[in-house]
């Protein structure tokens, strides 16, 4: 018979029989010769396959699921810089409206419906950007208030709760700035306000107070602090700012507690940062921070530059970026509306009351947070039952939930919690399936049963 017939012998090939089947791509090194692109993205994909589950890991705040519509406009995106707004002046627009819309949730002074330049803020890369920057408007502001009455500025400090997240330990490193830590300690996890009282001076930048802590989801008491600052200053102590850190809650406070006042409806408030990446459903990584009004904004932070294509201003600490994750923010302020947030909030919300109600029906548990303040609950082990939250958060891994494990901050150190994060993308019935999965993580820990323990019996 004719071989005129027979198929190149590449396209019978199986798929891993070429170069990424036979010869080790050099991890370390830049390959010495080109890859196909198709082997190249199989090689790829499959060592991601590695990773957990985004969807099941609970430990984190960042969004893991948006509309596929979202991703259909963020993939048509990733190529334009936000920071080329005379090249791409549609992409300037949103944004613009993006600050606007966060501010005036935030209750932002001034406000206009038609004059984009009344709101003070800039979209950055997570709120981590947006800390540095409320921190250096904090900074400037006393240094500049200081110098007018002819005082010394060598000494500056800020008084936040050990319970901030790192990113503020890295502005003080990074920009000379004293961290007055107020502790915590078994049983309160948020700073009050005689702590705050106590900690102020005249060297004091700002109180940072925290929407939904890290550690356990909590509110701080903003209203209840700015009231003390307010009796203080009266009373002719110092007269010190307040900024609100809610990159966790900024985005589930108005919609689910709008009667809450800890934003700009307070007058001692000046700045506020929020994550969109968390709860403002968005992919990472974008967040805000506003102003109360532009005189808390000094202009000497703020830069201006010709070289792409006009005169721009800019105030953030990262230059080029991609503008995808200010479209897709965008996109869902447009696709859902203060309704659309205020359902999936209130969904998420039930959806942590009913899975902290069954965990506080597991013996030895004890909820500390039950998800009703943000849709992050905690919980603890008490007595000795023999088995620790880390035990727990290992077996749970080994079944492919990942709930983090760890002990609180300063002062509270002997306490160590487990934490859930709802999201969107995260079901009642799988939400139902980690509430049974949990029990049986316990009854087979309390019998010697789980994974850990079977290896500690071997290994002795």
């Not at 038609?114 to 981590?128: C, I, K, Y």
Request: with cysteine.
């Amino acid at each position: 018979m004719s071989d005129s017939f027979a198929a190149p012998t590449e396209t019978l090939a199986p798929a891993y029989t070429g170069r990424l089947g036979t010869d080790p791509i050099p991890a370390l090194r830049m390959p010495k010769s080109e890859t196909d692109p198709e082997a190249a993205y199989r090689f790829i994909h499959d060592e991601l396959m590695l990773d957990g589950s985004s969807r099941l890991n609970l430990a984190t705040f960042v969004t893991t699921w948006m509309d596929p519509q979202a991703d259909r406009l963020m993939a048509e995106t990733f190529d334009k810089n936000m920071i080329d707004k005379d090249e791409y002046p549609a992409t300037a627009e949103i944004e613009t409206r993006c600050v606007n819309m966060v501010a005036a949730l935030f209750h932002a002074d001034g406000l206009s419906a038609t004059d984009p330049s009344s709101a003070t803020g800039v979209s950055t890369v997570g709120s981590s950007e947006a800390v540095m920057l409320a921190g250096l408007a904090l900074k400037w502001k006393w240094r500049q208030a200081r110098q007018a009455a002819g005082q010394d500025v060598s000494r500056p400090n800020l008084v936040m709760g050990s319970n901030v997240q790192v990113v503020w330990e890295k502005f003080c490193r990074y920009f000379d700035v004293e961290a007055k830590y107020l502790p915590m300690e078994k049983g309160r996890y948020v700073i009050t306000p005689e702590q705050v009282r106590d900690a102020v001076d005249e060297n004091t930048i700002g109180v940072v107070a925290i929407l939904g802590t890290t550690f356990t989801g909590e509110l701080e008491p903003v209203a209840e602090i700015t009231q003390t600052l307010d009796e203080l200053a009266a009373s002719g102590g110092p007269d010190v700012p307040v900024h609100v850190d809610a990159a966790s809650g900024g985005f589930v406070v108005p919609f689910l507690h709008p009667e809450l006042q800890w934003d700009f409806r307070i007058p001692r408030v000046v700045s506020i940062n929020v994550s969109g990446h968390k709860y403002g459903m968005t992919y990472p990584g974008i967040g805000f921070v506003v102003w109360r009004s532009k005189e808390h904004l000094p202009e000497d932070l703020v830069f201006r530059v010709n070289y792409l294509g006009g005169d721009m201003p800019t105030f953030t600490l990262n230059f080029s970026r991609s503008g995808n994750q200010v479209v897709g923010q965008y996109y869902n302020f447009v696709r859902l509306g203060v309704a659309g947030y205020t359902a999936i909030m209130e969904s998420l919300r039930d959806t942590a009351l009913m899975l902290s109600s069954e965990i506080a029906k597991i013996d030895d548990m004890h909820v500390i947070t039950d998800g009703s303040a943000i849709p992050v609950l905690s919980f603890e082990v008490v007595g000795d039952p023999g088995y620790t939250v880390f035990d727990i958060s290992h077996e749970l891994r080994a079944r492919g939930w990942q709930v983090p494990a760890y002990t609180m901050p300063a002062d509270a150190e002997d306490v160590a919690v487990l934490r859930i994060v709802l999201r969107e993308g995260l079901s009642r019935d799988l939400a139902h399936r980690l509430a049974q999965t949990i029990a049986e993580v316990v009854a087979a820990l309390r019998e010697g049963r789980g994974v850990g323990h079977t290896a500690q019996a071997f290994a002795h």
